[in-house]
Nanobody
Framework: QVQLVESGGGLVQAGGSLRLSCSAS????????MGWFRQAPGKERELVAAIGWPGVDTHYKDSVKGRFTISRENAKNTMYLQMNRLNPEDTAVYYC???????????????WGQGTQVTVSS
């Protein structure tokens, strides 16, 4: 019954913003790292941003630094990705994930959401 559910994706024009949410149910993710990954057609899934517990340490893919902000509200068991100044290269399915370990390693994450589509037009 453990589940991560993403929301907030959609279609935006280049330069616009979206805020993704990841809501956890079935258990608390206290003590877990959480992260956002994305996968574009024909591309491998890549880490976009990660955040440790309780939310101080963060990691970002170089191409999103200064544009994206990861955060979490632990009392709500929810994680967010604020995406600003979006460009077409950000188009992908975005997945939230959780796990224990080094926050920038994919192997850390063993709980995954279903993904939400982000499409940036220009």
């Amino acid at each position: 019954q453990v589940q991560l559910v993403e929301s907030g994706g959609g279609l935006v024009q280049a330069g616009g913003s979206l805020r993704l949410s990841c809501s956890a149910s079935g258990r608390t993710f206290s003590g877990y790292a959480m992260g956002w990954f994305r996968q574009a057609p024909g591309k491998e899934r890549e880490l976009v941003a990660a955040i440790g517990w309780p939310g101080v340490d963060t990691h970002y893919k170089d191409s999103v630094k200064g544009r994206f902000t990861i955060s979490r509200e632990n009392a709500k068991n929810t994680m967010y990705l604020q995406m600003n100044r979006l460009n077409p290269e950000d188009t992908a399915v975005y997945y939230c994930a959780a796990g224990k370990g080094t926050i920038w390693l994919r192997s850390t994450y063993n709980y995954w959401g279903q993904g939400t589509q982000v499409t940036v037009s220009s």
